[in-house]
């Protein structure tokens, strides 16, 4: 009995939190698609629609997911951890999360362009794209799906970092940004061609040709582990501090 007993999960799947903010998300989610499509008819009053909108709007749908998942670390973690949880169940129960609500952000995405070419045929403006991703077509879901995947996969995991660093080091935990941006960048880099400082040094020293799947898959899971592996660095030891 000890010894099953000993063996037993303890961690659990963290539902509750995956409810709110999916529900919460995806309320976010239908009112950028609303805004998107009314951004289209106004272009389309005064002139004529050029390409995609959801292809430049969901472009904060990676920001929302860093956002959500640094309020996971700062805020939700530390209350979990007070009310008695392992620091071990809990890194387990946020990598889930973590995973998980990038998952559910890359199919609202994914919807997302399904919605838009709908639309788009009824309304008979052009369905193009700008190519500079990983898809070029807005049928093609499972390319579609993995990018946006990837890239709010690393936003996930580079957000619990920089939440539980602002927590354990109020005054220093700002710094974690840079590092953040770095991998950040570098998933960007390899799937929409995200030309920052990051993505600067990657042609100028390695001449990759982007967006790269190649290149995207294996970058995006070793910046994910390593923002992973960076978080547990601190979430080991963190204090409860009483606000």
């Given at each position: 009995?000890?010894?099953?007993?000993?063996?037993?999960?303890?961690?659990?799947?963290?539902?509750?939190?995956?409810?709110?903010?999916?529900?919460?998300?995806?309320?976010?989610?239908?009112?950028?698609?609303?805004?998107?499509?009314?951004?289209?008819?106004?272009?389309?009053?005064?002139?004529?629609?050029?390409?995609?909108?959801?292809?430049?709007?969901?472009?904060?749908?990676?920001?929302?997911?860093?956002?959500?998942?640094?309020?996971?670390?700062?805020?939700?973690?530390?209350?979990?951890?007070?009310?008695?949880?392992?620091?071990?169940?809990?890194?387990?129960?946020?990598?889930?999360?973590?995973?998980?609500?990038?998952?559910?952000?890359?199919?609202?995405?994914?919807?997302?362009?399904l919605i838009e070419y709908a639309v788009y045929g009824l309304a008979g403006w052009p369905r193009a794209l700008s190519g500079n991703q990983l898809f070029d077509s807005y049928l093609d879901i499972p390319l579609i799906?993995?990018?946006?995947w990837l890239v709010a996969v690393v936003w996930a995991g580079a957000g619990a970092f920089v939440g539980t660093a602002t927590y354990r080091y109020p005054d220093v935990g700002w710094l974690s940004l840079f590092p953040?941006?770095?991998?950040?960048?570098?998933?960007?880099?390899?799937?929409?061609?995200?030309?920052?400082?990051?993505?600067?040094?990657?042609?100028?020293?390695?001449?990759?040709?982007?967006?790269?799947?190649?290149?995207?898959?294996?970058?995006?899971?070793?910046?994910?582990?390593?923002?992973?592996?960076?978080?547990?660095?601190?979430?080991?030891?963190?204090?409860?501090?009483?606000?």
């Amino acid at each position: 009995m000890t010894i099953a007993g000993a063996r037993q999960r303890t961690w659990r799947f963290p539902r509750l939190w995956l409810r709110g903010h999916i529900l919460f998300g995806s309320l976010m989610w239908a009112g950028l698609m609303v805004l998107t499509l009314v951004i289209a008819l106004a272009i389309d009053r005064f002139g004529s629609v050029p390409d995609s909108i959801w292809e430049q709007s969901s472009q904060v749908v990676p920001w929302y997911v860093g956002g959500v998942c640094w309020y996971i670390a700062y805020q939700t973690v530390p209350t979990t951890l007070a009310h008695g949880r392992t620091r071990r169940d809990t890194a387990i129960e946020v990598t889930i999360f973590l995973v998980t609500f990038a998952g559910v952000a890359a199919v609202l995405v994914a919807a997302g362009y399904l919605i838009e070419y709908a639309v788009y045929g009824l309304a008979g403006w052009p369905r193009a794209l700008s190519g500079n991703q990983l898809f070029d077509s807005y049928l093609d879901i499972p390319l579609i799906l993995l990018q946006s995947w990837l890239v709010a996969v690393v936003w996930a995991g580079a957000g619990a970092f920089v939440g539980t660093a602002t927590y354990r080091y109020p005054d220093v935990g700002w710094l974690s940004l840079f590092p953040a941006s770095v991998l950040i960048g570098l998933v960007g880099t390899f799937t929409n061609g995200f030309w920052g400082p990051v993505g600067y040094l990657i042609d100028r020293f390695l001449s990759v040709e982007t967006p790269s799947l190649v290149f995207a898959i294996p970058t995006a899971i070793a910046c994910f582990l390593i923002s992973l592996a960076a978080t547990w660095r601190i979430l080991r030891d963190l204090p409860i501090r009483t606000r």
